[in-house]
């Protein structure tokens, strides 16, 4: 569904040149969906706005639903919905109409744009604010419209750039719910960037993480998680001494990746958490360490980032914004 290679996109500044794309190569297959991460300037929007036709690439290629973003702009755009971050329908416009405009945009005669804009309003429970001026809906309605607008071609592939922010925790569960069912029953190719981590967690099948206009990670996020951050496993002992017996064993499990020892605390970093820490505790206590309390805490997508980058995606985030 997307095959990019090598796609860059500078911007003159004065006399500076800012390189907010550095020869991004991505390939999306048909049907998934893809969360892309990275903080606020890591070239994420950037690269959807080239995919999407919105910005001409400074080099590289890139592909999308088979036709080029620069030769063949027409044909990526009938394909695609992009939800962008800002909402997408006239404040002083009627819900229902908004749907219907949205679709004789696309060529749909007015009757089939009717049908439509009338499916849509079911999906995503918008049928009692159809005559409802947009300026009058709340931030969730808001973005369940802008959805239904991006949905109203019945695109093979939907770019939602951070559809949930700003969202209290029920909107955004809800807002998900129907973005899940939505791409069941259609099948649809969904690209999302959002800050909010375990949106990527759970929803996503690929993770990429983007920092600096470059690709610096591309997999499932439990084997990103896995393989570049580890679980965080906590062992607390009576004395320092016996922390430190407890670290040298900890030195000959290959599954540890750090170790750490703060007074009678032993905090250690390891693929395979579950499995490593019974042997760790029969090591400890075999050379005498006796343990009083053991942990396990699962990684997230910012210890991934954390440990790719030094810093954190959410600090880096907020502070880019601010």
Not at 44 to 49: G, I, V
Not at 61 to 83: I, M, N, Q
């Amino acid at each position: 569904m997307i095959e990019t290679k090598a796609l860059t996109k500078h911007f003159a500044q004065g006399k500076k040149l800012v390189e907010a794309v550095k020869g991004v190569t991505l390939d999306v297959a048909e049907g998934e969906l893809v969360a892309l991460l990275g903080p606020n300037g890591a070239g994420k929007s950037t690269t959807l706005r080239m995919l999407t036709t919105l910005l001409e690439p400074t080099s590289g290629t890139a592909k999308v639903a088979g036709f080029d973003v620069s030769d063949a702009r027409s044909e990526v755009r009938s394909r695609l919905g992009y939800v962008g971050q800002g909402n997408g329908a006239g404040h002083n416009q009627r819900v229902r109409d908004e749907l219907v405009t949205q679709g004789l945009c696309y060529g749909m005669t007015k009757p089939n744009s009717q049908v439509r804009a009338d499916e849509l309003l079911g999906d995503l429970e918008l049928e009692e604010l159809a005559t409802r001026k947009v300026s009058t809906l709340s931030g969730g309605q808001r973005r369940r419209l802008d959805i239904a607008l991006g949905l109203v071609h019945r695109p093979p592939l939907l770019f939602l750039d951070e559809p949930t922010t700003g969202m209290d925790p029920q909107s955004r569960a809800n807002l998900w719910e129907h973005i899940l069912r939505l791409r069941r029953e259609m099948g649809t190719t969904i690209v999302l960037t959002t800050h909010y981590l375990e949106e990527a967690d759970s929803m996503a099948e690929r993770v990429i993480v983007i920092d600096e206009g470059t690709v610096i990670a591309d997999n499932t996020a439990s084997a990103l998680k896995a393989d570049l951050a580890g679980d965080h496993l906590v062992v607390t002992f009576e004395t320092e001494e016996e922390a430190k017996i407890a670290a040298s064993a900890a030195q000959q499990l290959v599954t540890v990746r750090e170790i750490e020892v703060e007074g009678s605390r032993l905090s250690i970093r390891a693929s395979q958490g579950d499995s490593t820490l019974p042997v760790l505790l029969r090591e400890s206590e075999s050379r005498g360490a006796q343990v009083l309390t053991a942990d396990i805490t699962r990684p997230t997508l910012d210890d991934v980032f954390l440990t790719l980058t030094g810093r954190s995606l959410r600090e880096s985030a907020a502070a880019a914004a601010s």
